[in-house]
Structure formats: structure tokens, C-alpha cells
């Protein structure tokens, strides 16, 4: 699967991690990072590996640059930008497709997600 990276894909969808069933106090986005062999998602509060998260409206455009920009500023490790912006394209193709107030679950360690229900 080959992925465009260009400034065109942007959001105002993203997601935030959630442990439960009900919306999340506070913002603790999620970013793409490849950690134990595989694309995973982490938080940006302590940079843990996140299972499941839920799509919240941000209010902001956001591209694949303003998402590599986080993930610096997080202090995650990047290898290789290409990748990392690759992995960003990724992630907002995902939030596009996803449904506000929904929580979603990873399948897998390259963007499988699950639909598990919307938040109560």
C-alpha cells in the first residue's frame, strides 16, 4: 500500500487515548511511532504505547508536518522523517475515516484498528 504524503490530506478529526468506555478528561493525544518492530500508537503525555483511543474534533487543520512536529516536540525518537511523515499520512487518513466520539482499539502493529462503539 503506497500512501501520498502531501499537505492536501489534513483534519479537523484526531484521536486521544482512553482507557474505558466514557469520553476522557483532558487531551492526551495519540502519535505514530514504530517502537518493538512494528507502527504503534503512544501517548504524548509519557510517550507509553496506546490500545485504544477515541476520535475527538480538534477545532485545527491538521497535516502530516503538524503531526511530525508533535511527535518531536514529545521527544520521540525518529529515524528516519520520510518514515515518520509516511506514519503521520497514516494515522490522519485513519482520523478522516473514523467517527467522532468513537472508540477504536489497534489490531495490529500496522493500523489495524477496530471499531469498538461509540463513547457513552
Do not use: W
Request: charged letters at 30%; proline letters at 2%; glycine letters at 8%.
Amino acid at each position: 500500500m503506497t500512501f501520498t504524503i502531501c499537505e492536501e490530506i489534513m483534519t479537523k478529526k484526531y484521536f486521544i487515548a482512553t482507557t474505558g468506555e466514557k469520553r476522557p478528561r483532558g487531551s492526551d493525544f495519540v502519535l505514530p511511532h514504530r517502537l518493538e518492530g512494528g507502527l504503534n500508537l503512544v501517548s504524548t503525555k509519557n510517550g507509553k504505547k496506546i490500545e485504544r483511543f477515541m476520535t475527538v474534533f480538534t477545532g485545527v487543520d491538521l497535516t502530516p508536518q503538524k503531526i511530525l512536529k508533535k511527535m518531536i516536540d514529545s521527544g520521540l525518537k525518529i529515524e528516519s522523517v520520510d518514515q515518520a511523515l509516511e506514519d503521520c499520512t497514516r494515522i490522519l487518513e485513519k482520523a478522516k475515516e473514523s467517527k467522532i466520539g468513537y472508540i477504536y482499539s489497534t489490531e495490529d502493529s500496522e493500523f489495524a484498528f477496530r471499531c469498538e462503539g461509540k463513547a457513552k
